[in-house]
């Protein structure tokens, strides 16, 4: 195999594995939905990334035909072959024929390698080694899995503990016992929560159906238990967290709910109306039901306002600080507002308040608390006491928890559901030692039990005193829905006997699934728990390692793993006592930026950035001299990127591609507004043999806009838009500079990799905005800074307000600055709003009402033409009479004024989407914005072409042209000869 070059390097059809990678069904049976981890990467992504990384890009050629089209043909077949590979589950028949391709491949190599002929047959028989690919970041195991199931030797690493054991539940266990052991998993799984349900069934609410007549439908929970007919089926115990009247007068009960919202669906609306018991001073509630909100008679979101809210017995105000000091001194109290059931004559939730309850209930709290007390000292060593650590951006970089009178992972969780899942960890400990005395062998037993933990583990997503209440879609919303643990002023405790979608059972049923789905494939991945910057492997042994690396402090894997790892321990610690040994997660070789445990900012930086370089430098040492590293990145700040980029240059890597891959589903709950990214970057990297410096001026610059131009146009072809765009062309523009181990000026100093990395991104830009306006690039040069800034904020990001590292790079080659007496973000009507560190544009309707704006300066200098533009829109939307007078006072080009109209209305990108499938991303700024923006363009002649024509409406003079004469090279792409007007 002379030329070695591989598919990845060559070509990827992004479109289809996007599409298919974005709708992939998380449903029950993929691995995703066996226990829950942090930013999982779709399965058929990996699947592509595994496969174009050990096919060569010559596998797809054909031998005949003309030399000019061989290569566009070769890609045609590869692409159809990858959308036919690239499908969940997948096709066996095409995985079968992927492994084929691969192994012949491999065989090729080992001949090369050795001089001795290898075949496959040679490696499908032992005789020769399978090829090695690594994740050595393999958090949810989505790569390693892949890469097994393509046929080779997959290895998967990880520090965290609680990572490991979903690896080997999720890569190892059902490749080495088969998907039959799901059913073991099953029996014994049920019979835990038998025994279970046996144990606690004293501790929880018993409420008999009012009815004249008995139920006629039973509900199923376990082996022969059901619900008795005449009792309802709990499916959680609806709370409120209290606190006391700081009005000594008063001395009230006073509920911190933020809402009563039960159920807000078109169907009907369910919603709890408080009722002030001004003699007892607590509050009572009413269940109100309604065919729609107005009808209900009460707003039901007039609760507390994040953590301050009114006395409702004396109208004392208690403010935030008040509320949240009590909390982390004394503790909150809590007061029982409905039980949600399941309702006995239909689907459906049912609510129930009935004032007997709450003394029930605190007798059955104060029950499960003094047996979960036994029960721990029973189970040896626990971890409940510890204090929750910080989760999320602003806790990795504060050290704070935002977890007010919540401070340990024991208060996180009700003493009834301590107490059930205490008992739980018990009845999996005692079904381990039974397995071993029914004879069933060791390997075996530990991999059922193992299972069993994770299954107590994923209870607790739900079973904790932090979840929240989906009243759109009448569920529990897990406490990993979002990207940190939120303090929650009203929430559901869940009964996981209930017989509900998110009860016991239903959670066996995803892991058993997962097993059976997975246990198909009897290939194991090799399962190590252990640093990516100590990697225990020999040097040059992988032919591959593609991971997924933390994003700086995007995630907190081990903070959020706590709450796993803290049930894990004391139910199936024992069976793993090394990976165990802490009181919680390992987090000192972390590869996260985590502030508040480095200590700074400046210190989580370089801890990050040498932690990475560490890790790829492994990677660098393990792989074979012609090896792929292939890294997933999708995280948008340039700090990030810059890290990855000098990490990758140092470690002896240089760029060959870049990819994006829409990763991303369509409602993700965490990103919700925000400028994340839709797709994952996946980088291609060869090791670079030997040092080599280059220099800027005569080799990186030329070669930059050479890489950068080809491929802001094939992306653009394919479809990519927006940020992705941006990040992709980024991506590949970095192999003009990671070709060299070092990069110098002609004077010999060396170009930091933040310099260009703004270098890179400039040309981007750049380039992108020739395709926004379609115009050549001196069009482009000749509009105004603020106006291209704008555009491609508008282009890449929308109405998505982004921090200041990220908002700055749109200043790059704009010749303007964000901050300062003339930046961006100064005077009362500034294009950028800067907010607690964040940076959003203003639209027309926040800036157009301001009389000056759009007017020439005091030394005669045109105003930019975005803010000409929105003082007529909102002139045209508001006072119509005085456009004409503003126009001829204003004066702009109208040319170039018309151009970026049309761009921000999205008419500028008509079209674009027959030929590369932009017409989704033609609206690329707010709403109101692009309404008025259409009504502008539809009407351009009468209201801006007449007024500003070379004659004088009122002088029917010729008017002397005000633009400088390097003006007149800019041309719409809609006023172009052959084109129509408007």
Request: charged fraction near 25%.
């Amino acid at each position: 195999m002379t030329d070695d070059r591989r598919l990845i390097e060559d070509f990827l059809p992004v479109n289809s594995v996007g599409e298919a990678a974005s709708s992939e069904p998380r449903t029950k049976g993929h691995i995703s939905t066996l226990h829950v981890w942090r930013a999982r990467r779709p399965l058929v992504a990996c699947r592509a990334a595994v496969y174009g990384a050990l096919v060569p890009a010559s596998r797809f050629v054909p031998e005949n035909g003309p030399d000019n089209k061989k290569g566009s043909l070769g890609r045609a077949n590869a692409a159809r072959f990858i959308e036919r590979l690239c499908k969940y589950p997948g096709n066996p028949t095409v995985i079968k024929e992927a492994q084929r391709h691969i192994l012949e491949a491999h065989a090729e190599r080992l001949t090369e390698e050795s001089g001795k002929k290898v075949t496959v047959v040679d490696i499908e028989e032992g005789r020769a080694p399978r090829p090695k690919v690594l994740d050595m970041f393999a958090g949810g195991g989505a790569i390693p899995i892949e890469a097994a199931r393509l046929g080779c030797e997959s290895h998967a690493l990880d520090l965290n503990p609680v990572a490991y054991l979903i690896e080997l539940c999720t890569v190892t266990f059902p490749q080495q016992f088969g998907a039959e052991l799901a059913d073991d998993i099953e029996k014994w799984g049920k019979t835990i929560l038998k025994k279970t349900q046996e144990a606690v069934s004293d501790v929880l609410a018993r409420i008999p159906v009012a009815r004249k007549q008995p139920r006629a439908i039973q509900r199923t929970l376990g082996d022969g238990d059901r619900t008795p007919a005449d009792e309802y089926s709990v499916v959680a115990y609806y709370w409120t967290r209290t606190i006391p009247c700081p009005n000594p007068q008063c001395k009230g009960t006073v509920p911190l709910y933020r809402q009563t919202w039960l159920r807000k669906k078109s169907s009907g609306y369910v919603a709890l109306k408080p009722v002030p018991d001004m003699g007892r001073r607590i509050m009572r509630f009413q269940v109100v039901e309604a065919r729609s909100a107005s009808a209900l008679g009460f707003d039901p979101t007039t609760g507390s306002a994040g953590s301050s809210t009114v006395c409702p017995f004396c109208q004392t105000a208690l403010d935030g600080p008040y509320v949240r000091r009590y909390g982390d001194e004394k503790g909150f109290g809590q007061q029982l507002m409905c039980v949600i059931a399941l309702n006995p004559d239909g689907p459906g939730k049912f609510y129930l308040v009935d004032e007997s309850l709450a003394a029930i209930e605190a007798e059955h709290q104060a029950m499960a608390e003094k047996r979960a007390e036994e029960i721990e000292r029973e189970l040896g060593p626990s971890s409940l006491d510890e204090v929750i650590p910080p989760t999320g951006n602003a806790g990795l970089a504060t050290g704070n928890s935002y977890l007010y009178g919540i401070r340990t992972f024991r208060q996180a969780f009700t003493p009834r559901q301590r107490y059930i899942l205490l008992t739980m960890a018990r009845e999996v400990r005692r079904a381990y030692q039974e397995m071993l005395d029914q004879g069933v062998e060791p390997e075996r037993a530990k991999a059922i039990t193992t299972y069993l933990g994770l299954w107590v583990s994923r209870l607790t997503d739900r079973c904790n005193g932090l979840a929240r209440w989906n009243n759109a879609g009448e569920k529990i919303e897990s406490l990993t829905s979002m990207k940190r643990f939120a303090m929650t002023w009203d929430f559901p405790e869940v009964n996981i006997f209930g017989g509900a979608s998110g009860d016991a059972l239903s959670q066996l049923d995803f892991i058993t699934a997962a097993v059976r789905q997975e246990g198909q494939f009897r290939n194991p991945v090799r399962v190590v728990r252990g640093s990516a910057s100590e990697l225990p492997y020999d040097n040059g042994i992988f032919d591959a390692v593609i991971t997924d690396p933390p994003y700086y402090d995007n995630e907190s894997y081990s903070e959020l793993s706590d709450v796993c790892y803290v049930w894990l321990r004391p139910t199936i610690g024992f069976l793993y006592p090394e990976h165990f040994a802490g009181q919680l997660t390992p987090k000192k070789k972390e590869c996260v930026a985590a502030a508040y445990r480095q200590g700074g900012k400046q210190q989580a930086r370089d801890y990050y950035e040498d932690t990475l370089f560490q890790s790829l430098r492994e990677a660098h040492r393990v792989t074979k001299p012609g090896g792929i590293l292939i890294v997933v990145y999708a995280h948008k700040t340039t700090l990030g990127w810059a890290t990855l980029v000098d990490a990758l240059r140092r470690a002896g890597y240089e760029v060959a591609e870049a990819w994006p891959l829409t990763t991303e589903t369509k409602a993700r709950v965490a990103h919700q507004g925000d400028a994340a990214l839709a797709s994952s970057i996946f980088l291609v990297a060869r090791r670079r043999e030997g040092p080599e410096t280059g220099s800027y001026e005569d080799q990186v610059r030329q070669d930059l806009e050479k890489i950068v131009r080809e491929r802001v146009d094939s992306l653009w072809k394919m479809g990519i838009t927006g940020a992705d765009l941006v990040i992709a062309a980024v991506g590949a523009g970095l192999r003009a500079f990671t070709r060299f181990s070092r990069v110098e000026y002609a004077n010999g100093e060396e170009v930091p990799a933040e310099k260009f990395l703004a270098e890179v991104e400039g040309v981007v830009l750049e380039t992108l905005l020739e395709k926004i306006f379609g115009v050549t690039g001196s069009g482009v040069a000749a509009v105004d800074g603020p106006t291209r800034f704008y555009v491609l904020w508008r282009y890449a990001y929308k109405a998505a307000e982004m921090d200041a590292g990220e908002a700055i790079v749109f200043t790059y080659g704009q010749n303007v600055e964000l901050d300062g007496q003339n930046g961006l973000s100064s005077g009362s009507r500034a294009l950028v709003e800067k907010k607690k560190g964040k940076y959003r544009l203003r639209d027309f309707a926040e800036r157009g009402d301001d009389e000056k704006l759009g007017l020439p300066k005091d030394d005669g200098k045109p105003a930019p033409l975005i803010d000409i533009l929105h003082r007529i829109l909102w002139l045209l939307e508001n006072e119509p009479r005085k456009l004409n007078d503003f126009l001829d006072e204003a004066r702009p080009d109208r040319e170039r004024l018309r151009l970026v109209a049309q761009t921000l209305a999205g008419t500028a990108l008509e079209g674009a989407g027959q030929a590369g499938g932009l017409s989704h991303q033609n609206i690329i700024t707010t709403p109101a914005e692009v309404s008025a923006l259409k009504k502008l363009v539809a009407n351009w002649r009468t209201l801006i072409e007449a007024r500003l024509s070379d004659v004088d409406l009122k002088t029917k003079q010729m008017r002397i042209p005000r633009r400088p004469e390097s003006e007149h090279t800019c041309t719409s792409s809609l006023d172009r000869p052959g084109q129509a007007p408007s």
